[in-house]
């Protein structure tokens, strides 16, 4: 599990015990037996209670489109650069020559090495 998902459970986790602490129409002190009226403002604990859960479902929903955005991403692989290795692999299974690491030809298979340098003595 990584760091993002373990972040992810604990927000999840927060949030459902947030919004179970809250009562839908009832004041946080009628939770617990206080007196109940008919309009009552968020103060003290059921205020923070309330900003805490628009945080954390803020966060819960920021953290779900950011790993959805990271998995849609192509993995590139560890080196995008080719090796000698598989340059030379290449090469052998285009001309059916072995070749030994390092060696290099830019010549079909079937033909002889031209030296351009030298000259022909005829």
């Known amino acids: 599990m990584s760091v993002l998902e373990i ?8 949030l459902i015990v947030v919004i179970l602490l809250q009562q839908r129409g009832a004041g946080l002190g009628e939770a617990f037996g206080g007196s109940s009226s ?16 628009i945080f954390l479902a803020i ?3 920021g953290i ?5 955005y990271q998995r849609s991403q192509p993995q590139l692989p ?14 052998t299974e285009a001309t059916g ?3 030994t690491s390092g060696e290099t ?14 000259t022909t003595n005829q």
């Open 78 to 91: 560890a080196s995008v650069l080719p090796t000698a290795e598989t340059e030379v692999t290449t090469e």
């Open 7 to 14: 972040i992810y459970l604990v927000v999840a986790i927060l």
């Open 38 to 53: 008919s309009f009552s403002s968020r103060r003290g604990a059921e205020k923070s209670l309330y900003q805490i859960t």
């Open 97 to 99: 020559e072995e070749a």
């Open 105 to 118: 030809t830019d010549q079909p298979a079937d033909t002889e090495p031209v030296n351009e340098g030298a």
């Open 64 to 68: 779900a489109l950011f790993t959805l």
């Open 59 to 61: 966060a819960f929903i």
